[in-house]
């Protein structure tokens, strides 16, 4: 997420010239993610956002680096780093003191894996770790608070590189540097774009690709070559393109580069190759253009933004820090979805203000409506105690929230919990079976985590084992159905009668869909005649998507009627708009009492079904 929020670029010698009509490529940005983020289903594309903001990022600071040295013939590296760090950092470090204590409200949820979360973040390494962690960015199943904090680290390893290579630049080819800029800038983003390119031909897990520094930096450096062209000062370039376009003219092409952005987080997919073979260039090309078309807007008119425009625009910056660990709080506390998106922008929006109107000021020894109201002598015995009590409270309560980092998710747990009680379930439908003869259970339900989820106890939430009492369940995280059906439905299916219903709740984790659907064949086939078999259609609301698991709940829809013992518990299609049924992945229902009762409930009447 770019830092750079102000689009009136300063110079070490004051001069400060505002580009208009920048402010609506922050809008459209922000927008784009946040949408993204609220209702991933509704734009599976809008992450581009981010994308948006790293070719204007680039764009910006080379423009800025650019004409610092035309008016000084030097470029400032410390300056430049300095500038960098007091933009980036209160704003990074205002949220995790303001985040960490309340996830002291929380669940473990929000502590796991915290203390090493807030270090990557305050080292710039969030992209780095993230990767590490193995984790998909569309579907962690217990979303991280500052994952989002990845883009801002790459965002500053973009400037630790390419701010040493322009001081280095500018000592080397003073009378032809943005040339020079120019051309390393197209080679950097050329071999990053290939970078991605033959990546994706080689994997189909794209996370490592995402976060990469190597692979997901050349739109910053698109934006460069675009500032070494077209930056503040007017250039040929911009005088012969300001000639060809009129006003109308550049507004309408504005308009469909914003249109076709809209429509890429429409169409594009976090999981899809194309957008990693095609989609993050394509973006970034489009954006390139909307910057040069509204610079050029910026040469040729006079009017202004609307001042909404311009407040989103000066906030973007702290909203995008604030608004992704807000928008998992409020889900963690159980607020229905759309109030928790309401809450999140209230609550961002309002820190972001502060933040950007009040502390930043401040901090660059300017007045601010913050700085007036310390000073106001009316509140002045309050605030003795106030300004010392309130950031020791909060730097507190933050070192608790640290020091009481889980390693273990609510899941993990109740995959462990729940692995536990199936074992003791066994070994009394084996002591019954020796005893009478059978087993004491006429269905089998083999299943993941989700199945596993309504198997344990919680807060008075029903349990499968007791509402469908002659059930054996058979689940564990992350199993495919290719696993279920070879290694386990077999040795499942000895310990019950031969005529047991088999109840297949999978296909969340499907990775080859095409060979799980073969599998789904196998098992109608060689057990339909004699048994009956219930398929629940696996229900995936998170980020990203189409999933596997859509394709999955596709195949089995098509089955429905097909035969007489096949039934189909559309857990899908009754889940779809009950955001609150779910965790914040939009996958997992342990936790969730309505989630869990209406899980069973489907399944149990499904059973039930001549």
Avoid at 114 to 130: D, H, R
Avoid at 374 to 381: G, H, I, M, N, Y
Avoid at 489 to 515: C, E, Q, R, Y
Avoid at 546 to 564: R, V
Wanted: charged residues 15%.
């Amino acid at each position: 997420m770019i830092e750079t929020t102000e689009h009136s670029l300063e110079t070490p010698k004051k001069s400060n010239v505002h580009i208009r009509h920048f402010g609506y490529i922050r809008t459209l940005g922000l927008a784009l993610v946040l949408l993204y983020h609220f209702f991933p289903k509704a734009l599976p594309g809008g992450f581009i956002g981010v994308d948006i903001f790293f070719v204007f990022s680039g764009y910006l600071i080379t423009a800025l680096a650019l004409e610092e040295y035309r008016l000084t013939q030097t470029f400032n590296l410390k300056t430049f780093a300095e500038r960098r760090f007091f933009r980036i950092f209160p704003t990074v470090a205002f949220a995790i003191l303001i985040v960490l204590p309340l996830t002291l409200l929380g669940n473990d949820d929000l502590r796991y894996n915290l203390s090493n979360q807030v270090f990557a973040g305050l080292g710039f390494i969030s992209n780095l770790y993230e990767a590490s962690t193995g984790i998909s960015y569309a579907t962690n199943f217990a979303p991280h608070l500052f994952v989002h904090l990845w883009s801002l680290a790459l965002e500053v390893q973009f400037y630790l590189v390419w701010g040493l290579l322009i001081f280095w630049l500018s000592k080397r080819f003073k009378k032809a540097l943005s040339i020079f800029i120019f051309l390393i800038a197209f080679v950097l983003f050329v071999v990053s774009s290939l970078s991605m390119f033959i990546g994706s031909l080689m994997t189909t897990t794209y996370s490592g690709l995402y976060y990469s520094p190597m692979t997901h930096v050349f739109p910053f450096f698109l934006g460069a070559m675009l500032a070494s062209l077209a930056g503040i000062k007017t250039t040929p370039l911009l005088r012969n393109l300001s000639s060809k376009f009129s006003i109308k003219q550049l507004i309408s092409r504005s308009v469909i580069a914003a249109v076709l952005l809209i429509l890429g987080a429409l169409i594009l997919h976090f999981d899809s190759k194309f957008t990693y073979l095609f989609g993050f260039t394509i973006a970034s090309i489009v954006t390139l253009l909307l910057i040069l078309y509204l610079r050029l807007l910026h040469d040729k008119t006079t009017s202004q933004e609307p001042r909404v425009i311009k407040y989103i625009a000066d906030v973007s910056y702290g909203v995008y820090i604030f608004h992704w660990a807000f928008l998992i709080i409020f889900l963690n506390f159980k607020v229905p979805h759309i109030l928790a998106v309401l809450l999140t922008l209230i609550a961002s929006f309002l820190c972001a203000t502060i933040m950007f109107y009040g502390i930043d000021p401040m901090l660059k020894g300017r007045k601010s409506f913050l700085s007036a109201f310390l000073s106001d002598e009316r509140f002045a015995t309050v605030l003795v105690y106030a300004k010392p009590i309130i950031p020791t409270f909060l730097v507190l309560l933050s070192l608790i929230a640290l020091a009481k980092t889980s390693a273990q998710t609510t899941l993990s747990k109740t995959l462990w919990t729940g692995s536990n009680q199936q074992g003791i379930q066994q070994l009394t439908l084996g002591e019954h079976a020796i005893k009478t003869g059978t087993a004491g259970a006429d269905t089998l339900i083999i299943g993941d985590s989700v199945t596993m989820g309504t198997t344990v106890a919680f807060d008075g939430a029903p349990q499968v084992q007791n509402l469908i009492p002659t059930a054996y369940v058979d689940a564990a995280g992350d199993r495919t159905i290719s696993e279920a059906y070879q290694d386990n439905l077999k040795s499942d299916l000895k310990m019950l009668p031969d005529n047991a219903t088999i109840v297949f709740a999978l296909g969340t984790n499907s990775v080859d869909a095409t060979k799980d659907m073969s599998h789904i064949d196998d098992l109608i086939n060689t057990y339909a005649s004699k048994r009956k078999i219930v398929l629940v259609t696996p229900a995936n609301w998170g980020a990203g998507g189409p999933f596997n698991s859509d394709k999955i709940a596709d195949y089995e829809l098509t089955l429905k009627g097909k035969y007489p013992n096949v039934k189909i518990a559309d857990w899908r299609g009754l889940s779809q708009g009950h955001t609150d049924w779910f965790d914040v992945d939009g996958i997992h229902i342990a936790d969730r009492i309505e989630g869990r009762k209406a899980w069973i409930n489907l399944v149990k009447e499904t059973i039930a079904e001549k």
